[in-house]
């Protein structure tokens, strides 16, 4: 059974940072691209970053470039997302993902999903 769960969420100020953590268990982590995303209250869920196995290439959204990174550990089986200079609007439910194949933005293309954790920026 696959399991992703994700972690590191919470209350922060703006311009604060956070650092989200998601476990992955019950599949072959090396051979998948991890993703991010992320859904804001009354809004649809939405690409923020992803990686492929080899961790050669970083996949980002426009919103968040330059202020989020995305990495993994393939022996640990765990995906990292590294959020700085955080905004008000990056208050969402951030939700880990896996995919069997290349890259993708396209939630639909991945095949697991975590059950999500909140991120919550004050002004």
């Known amino acids: 059974q696959v399991q992703l769960v994700e972690s590191g969420g919470g209350l922060v100020q703006a311009g604060g940072s956070l650092r989200l953590s998601c476990a992955a268990s019950?599949?072959?982590?090396?051979?998948?691209?991890m993703g991010w995303f992320r859904q804001a209250p009354g809004k649809e869920r939405d690409f923020v970053a992803a990686i492929i196995w080899t961790s050669a290439n970083t996949f980002y959204a426009d919103s968040v470039k330059g202020r989020f990174t995305i990495s993994r550990d393939n022996a640990k089986n765990t995906v990292l997302l590294q959020m700085n200079s955080l905004k008000p609007e990056d208050t969402a439910v951030y939700y880990c993902?896996?995919?069997?194949?290349?890259?993708?933005?396209?939630?639909?293309?991945?095949?697991?999903w975590g059950q999500g954790t909140q991120v919550t920026v004050s002004s």
């Open positions: 993902a896996a995919r069997w194949g290349t890259y993708s933005a396209y939630e639909r293309r991945y095949d697991y």
């Open positions: 019950g599949l072959t982590f090396g051979r998948y691209t």
